[in-house]
C-alpha cells in the first residue's frame, strides 16, 4: 500500500475541505478551535511534508528557520500572506502558495455592508431596540448619511477593489481609486484614476481600504491622511487592520472629522482598540469578510490545488 504524503493543518477548517484533506492525505488536523502555537507548530510539522496554515499563524524567520527539512510546501488559508516571512520560507526552498480569486465578492459585499452599517448609524440603532429603548419613531433620532450619489475612493484596485467598485455604481456612486497604476475594467471605464494618494483623500467622501498590507501601507491612513480628508467622512476597512491607524481614526471619530466607519480587521487581531467600543458612530465585524460556506470551501480547495499539483510534480496553480 503506498504511504500517503504528510499534512499538518494548523487550523480546523470547513468540513468539507476537511473531508477531502483526509481522503487524499494522512493528515494531523490541529483538534483545537484556536490557533496552534509556535511550538505546537515546530512539534508537529516534524516528519509533514506539507502544512496549510491561515493567518492567525506567524512563519517568521525564527519558526521557519525552526521547520523539519521534510517540510516542502506552505499554503495558506488566505489571499493574503504578510503573515509568511516569504524570503526566509523561499530561501529554504519550500514552495508557498495561498487562495486568490475565490473570496472576492464576499469581501467586496462585506465592504458594502460596513459602508452602510456605518454611515445609516446601524449598530447605535440596533442597540436602541435590543435595550428597549425604541419607544416612538423621530424625525431626528438616529440620523446617517446617504452612500447614493457620493464619491467612493477606493485605495486599492485589485480585484476586491474592483468588485467594490462594482457594488457602488449600484448605488450610483461616483468612483475614485489610487493604485500603484491605472487599471481599465469592463463597467468602470468613467472611474477616476489618482496617482497620488493626497488627490484621493481630498475626494474621499467615502474611503474604502481595499489595499494589501507592506510595510508602505502600515499606517497609510493616519492623522495626517485624515486631516486631507473631507469633513464628516466615512471610513471603511475590509483589507488589513494595520493599514489605518487606530488611534488617530478614534480621534477622529470623536472629533466628527470623521462621521462613522466601519471595520471587519484589526491590528493585532482578535486583539483590537477597546477605544472602538465608547463610540456609537462605529459598525464593527470580527474580519468574516470570506464567511461564507461557499468561499472557505473554494479557499480550503485551493489549498488542496497547490498541495495536488506539487507533490504530483507540476506547477503550484496559485504561488506565491
Not at 128 to 150: C, M, N, V
Amino acid at each position: 500500500m503506498t504511504q500517503k504524503t504528510k499534512i499538518l493543518a494548523t487550523r480546523q477548517f470547513p468540513q468539507n475541505v476537511l473531508d477531502r484533506l483526509n481522503r487524499d492525505y494522512d493528515a494531523t488536523v490541529n483538534p483545537s478551535l484556536d490557533p496552534m502555537s509556535r511550538d505546537e507548530i515546530l512539534t508537529q510539522s516534524k516528519g509533514m511534508d506539507g502544512i496549510i496554515c491561515d493567518p492567525t499563524c506567524l512563519f517568521d524567520p525564527e519558526l521557519v528557520a525552526g521547520l523539519d527539512d521534510s517540510v516542502k510546501i506552505i499554503t495558506t488559508f488566505s489571499v493574503g500572506y504578510d503573515h509568511l516571512n516569504v524570503d526566509a520560507i523561499k530561501a529554504r526552498g519550500i514552495a508557498l502558495g495561498n487562495t486568490p480569486d475565490v473570496l472576492t465578492d464576499a469581501t467586496a459585499d462585506i465592504a458594502l455592508l460596513c459602508m452602510l452599517g456605518a454611515s445609516r448609524m446601524a449598530y447605535s440603532a440596533g442597540q436602541a431596540l435590543r435595550r428597549g429603548d425604541w419607544t416612538s419613531w423621530s424625525p431626528i433620532e438616529f440620523l446617517g448619511t446617504h452612500i447614493s450619489g457620493k464619491k467612493l475612493a477606493i485605495l486599492g484596485m485589485g480585484r476586491i477593489g474592483e468588485a467594490v467598485a462594482r457594488r457602488a455604481k449600484g448605488f450610483d456612486m461616483q468612483i475614485h481609486y489610487h493604485n500603484r497604476r491605472e487599471v481599465e475594467a469592463r463597467g468602470l471605464e468613467d472611474a477616476t484614476y489618482h496617482a497620488e494618494l493626497d488627490s484621493l483623500l481630498a475626494e474621499a467622501e467615502f474611503l474604502s481600504v481595499n489595499c494589501p498590507l507592506t510595510p508602505e501601507t502600515h499606517h497609510l491612513i493616519d492623522e495626517t491622511a485624515i486631516t486631507k480628508m473631507p469633513d464628516s467622512a466615512v471610513l471603511v476597512n475590509t483589507a488589513r487592520g494595520p493599514i489605518i491607524d487606530d488611534e488617530a481614526v478614534i480621534n477622529a471619530l470623536k472629533s466628527g472629522k470623521l462621521a462613522a466607519a466601519g471595520l471587519d480587521v484589526f491590528e493585532g487581531e482578535p486583539n483590537y482598540n477597546k477605544g472602538y467600543l465608547e463610540l456609537n458612530n462605529v459598525f464593527l465585524l470580527p474580519h468574516i469578510g470570506s464567511a461564507t460556506h461557499e468561499t472557505r470551501d473554494q479557499m480550503g480547495f485551493k489549498c488542496l490545488d497547490n498541495l495536488d499539483a506539487f507533490f504530483a510534480g507540476k506547477p503550484v496553480p496559485n504561488p506565491i
